[in-house]
C-alpha cells in the first residue's frame, strides 16, 4: 500500500514539472484511475486535486494522439513560431539572390569592365526606344574642331536598333537643335563644374578644419568627420577630372545622372526649350543634377529600393497562404508598390539638389535670381502638359513628374534660397569679373 501513498505525488511532481504525464508511465505504477490516486495523496485540496487530474487528462489525452516527431511538429505549427520561420526564409532568400546577383556582377564588371559600361550605356541612352539619336562630349572637347576633322560642319550618333550596342555616325546640319544644345551645354557645363568644384573645395577645408579641432579622444567623431572628408575628397577629384555630357534627342524634357555612370549627365535636348530656356536656368538644371550624383543620391535611391522591395516581400508573405511564393510573383509584376514609399525619399534628394544646385549656380557666376525661373517653366510645362496629355504622354514624362515635387513648391523654396545665396553670387561673380577684367587688360 506504501506504492500508493508515494506514486501519486510522484505523478503529481511529475505533473507540476512537464505539465502532463504519459499514461504509460501512471499505468506502470498503479492500476488506479487517477482519482483514487489523488485522493490517497497527502495534499487533500479538492481544488488542487481537479486541477491536477484536468492537466493529466489532456497530457493523457495529447501522449495518445501525438508522438515525439508530431508534437515537435506540432509546437513548429504554432503561428508565431509559423512567421518567424516565414520571415527568416524570406530574408535568407533575399540575401541569398541579392548575393548571387552581387557576385554575378562583380564576375561581370572583373570580366569586362568596359564591356559592362558601355551595354549599361547603351542601355541608358536607348531608353525604350524613344531615342534616335545623341550627340557625347566631354567637357574638354573641342566640338566644332572635332567635326571640322571629320570633314562635317556638326554630327551625332544614331542608335542602331537592329545591332544592339552599335551606334552610327551621321552628318547633321549645324543649325539642328541636338547639335546647338550640345555647344550651349558645353559651356555652361564648364562654369557650373568649377562652381562646383570651389564648393567641395571649400567642404573640404571645412572638414580638415573640423577634423584638427576634435580631439583625439573623440574616436567615435573623428571616425565619421574622416568618412565625409574621404567622400569630399574622392568627389573633389571627380570634378578635377573630365566629364561627359549626352544631349539625347528626346521629345520628353528630362536630364539624369546614372549611380552607375560616373562623370556623365544626360540631358534630353527637349528639356532646354521647355525647362532651362536661357544660360541661367541650364546653369541650375545642370548643378542640380550635379549634386545628385556628387551627393550619392542614385546610390542612396539603389539601395532605398532594394531594402523596400525586402521589407514589402516580407510582409506579402506573412499574409500570403502560398508561404511568399506569390509574393515574390506579386513583387516582379508589380514594382510600383515600393514607388510609393520611394517617392518621398526621392522627393527630399530634389529638395537637397535644388538647395545646393542653386548654390553652385551662384559660385558659377550665374544669377540665382533669374536661374529659379527654371521652376516656373516647369510649372508651366506641368500646366501644358496636363492638359494636352495626348501630344506628350511618355512614360519617362510620366515617372519625372511623379518623383519630383511640385514645381510650384520646389518654386516657392527656390526663392527663399536665391535670397541666402544672392550674397556669395555677388562676392564670387565680382571676383571672377575682376580677373576677366585682369586678364583683358595683361
Ligand atoms: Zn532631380
Known amino acids: 500500500m506504501m506504492l500508493n501513498i508515494i506514486k501519486p505525488c510522484a505523478i503529481r511532481a511529475t505533473i507540476r514539472r512537464t505539465g502532463y504525464v504519459n499514461k504509460r508511465f501512471f499505468m506502470s505504477f498503479s492500476y488506479q484511475t487517477p482519482r483514487t490516486l489523488f485522493r490517497s495523496c497527502n495534499n487533500n485540496n479538492a481544488y488542487h486535486q481537479s486541477k491536477y487530474i484536468r492537466s493529466f487528462n489532456t497530457g493523457v489525452k495529447k501522449t495518445k494522439q501525438l508522438s515525439l516527431p508530431s508534437r515537435a511538429l506540432g509546437f513548429l505549427n504554432r503561428p508565431a513560431i509559423r512567421y518567424t520561420i516565414r520571415i527568416g526564409r524570406m530574408g535568407f532568400l533575399i540575401v541569398g539572390i541579392a548575393g548571387a546577383a552581387y557576385a554575378y556582377g562583380q564576375m561581370e564588371l572583373l570580366n569586362d569592365p568596359e564591356g559592362h559600361q558601355s551595354a549599361m550605356f547603351y542601355a541608358t541612352v536607348c531608353q525604350e526606344g524613344l531615342t534616335k539619336h545623341f550627340v557625347s562630349f566631354w567637357d574638354s572637347d573641342n566640338l566644332k574642331g572635332l567635326a571640322f576633322h571629320m570633314d562635317v560642319s556638326a554630327y551625332c550618333y544614331e542608335i542602331d536598333y537592329k545591332n544592339p550596342g552599335k551606334y552610327l555616325r551621321k552628318q547633321i546640319n549645324e543649325k539642328a537643335s541636338i547639335w546647338q544644345c550640345s555647344l550651349k551645354a558645353q559651356k555652361v557645363f564648364k562654369r557650373v563644374k568649377s562652381g562646383a568644384l570651389s564648393l567641395f573645395e571649400d567642404?573640404?577645408?571645412?572638414?580638415?578644419?573640423?577634423?584638427?579641432?576634435?580631439?583625439?579622444?573623440?574616436?567615435?567623431?573623428?571616425?565619421?568627420?574622416?568618412?565625409?572628408?574621404?567622400?569630399?575628397?574622392?568627389?573633389?577629384?571627380?570634378?578635377?577630372?573630365?566629364?561627359?555630357?549626352?544631349?539625347?534627342?528626346?521629345?520628353?524634357?528630362?536630364?539624369?545622372?546614372?549611380?552607375?555612370?560616373?562623370?556623365?549627365?544626360?540631358?534630353?535636348?527637349?528639356?532646354?526649350?521647355?525647362?532651362?530656356?536661357?544660360?541661367?536656368?541650364?546653369?541650375?538644371?545642370?548643378?542640380?543634377?550635379?549634386?545628385?550624383?556628387?551627393?550619392?543620391?542614385?546610390?542612396?535611391?539603389?539601395?532605398?529600393?532594394?531594402?523596400?522591395?525586402?521589407?514589402?516581400?516580407?510582409?506579402?508573405?506573412?499574409?500570403?497562404?502560398?508561404?511568399?511564393?506569390?509574393?515574390?510573383?506579386?513583387?516582379?509584376?508589380?514594382?510600383?508598390?515600393?514607388?510609393?514609399?520611394?517617392?518621398?525619399?526621392?522627393?527630399?534628394?530634389?529638395?537637397?539638389?535644388?538647395?545646393?544646385?542653386?548654390?553652385?549656380?551662384?559660385?558659377?557666376?550665374?544669377?540665382?535670381?533669374?536661374?529659379?525661373?527654371?521652376?516656373?517653366?516647369?510649372?508651366?510645362?506641368?500646366?501644358?502638359?496636363?492638359?494636352?496629355?495626348?501630344?506628350?504622354?511618355?512614360?519617362?514624362?510620366?515617372?519625372?513628374?511623379?518623383?519630383?515635387?511640385?514645381?510650384?513648391?520646389?518654386?516657392?523654396?527656390?526663392?527663399?534660397?536665391?535670397?541666402?545665396?544672392?550674397?556669395?553670387?555677388?562676392?564670387?561673380?565680382?571676383?571672377?569679373?575682376?580677373?576677366?577684367?585682369?586678364?583683358?587688360?595683361?
Not at 567642404?203 to 572628408?229: A, H, I, Q, Y
Not at 546653369?283 to 535611391?301: I, V
Open 203 to 442: 567642404r573640404v577645408k571645412d572638414l580638415e578644419k573640423k577634423l584638427s579641432e576634435t580631439p583625439l579622444s573623440d574616436t567615435f567623431d573623428r571616425s565619421s568627420l574622416m568618412e565625409e572628408l574621404n567622400d569630399a575628397k574622392v568627389k573633389r577629384n571627380s570634378l578635377r577630372k573630365p566629364w561627359n555630357l549626352v544631349m539625347l534627342s528626346n521629345r520628353s524634357p528630362n536630364a539624369f545622372v546614372h549611380g552607375f555612370l560616373p562623370q556623365k549627365i544626360f540631358i534630353h535636348d527637349s528639356a532646354m526649350y521647355y525647362f532651362a530656356q536661357n544660360e541661367d536656368e541650364l546653369a541650375l538644371l545642370l548643378g542640380h543634377e550635379l549634386t545628385h550624383y556628387l551627393e550619392n543620391h542614385s546610390r542612396d535611391q539603389v539601395k532605398l529600393t532594394f531594402m523596400t522591395k525586402g521589407i514589402v516581400m516580407v510582409l506579402l508573405s506573412l499574409i500570403d497562404p502560398t508561404g511568399g511564393v506569390s509574393g515574390f510573383a506579386l513583387e516582379l509584376f508589380l514594382p510600383y508598390i515600393d514607388n510609393f514609399i520611394t517617392a518621398a525619399n526621392s522627393r527630399e534628394h530634389e529638395h537637397e539638389a535644388d538647395r545646393i544646385g542653386l548654390e553652385i549656380v551662384a559660385r558659377s557666376c550665374y544669377n540665382p535670381t533669374k536661374a529659379m525661373k527654371l521652376f516656373t517653366n516647369m510649372k508651366n510645362f506641368e500646366i501644358q502638359y496636363k492638359s494636352t496629355t495626348a501630344n506628350l504622354t511618355t512614360k519617362a514624362t510620366l515617372n519625372m513628374l511623379n518623383s519630383h515635387p511640385l514645381s510650384v513648391e520646389r518654386e516657392k523654396d527656390a526663392e527663399i534660397r536665391a535670397e541666402e545665396v544672392g550674397s556669395l553670387y555677388m562676392k564670387n561673380c565680382s571676383e571672377i569679373r575682376k580677373k576677366a577684367w585682369g586678364s583683358l587688360f595683361k
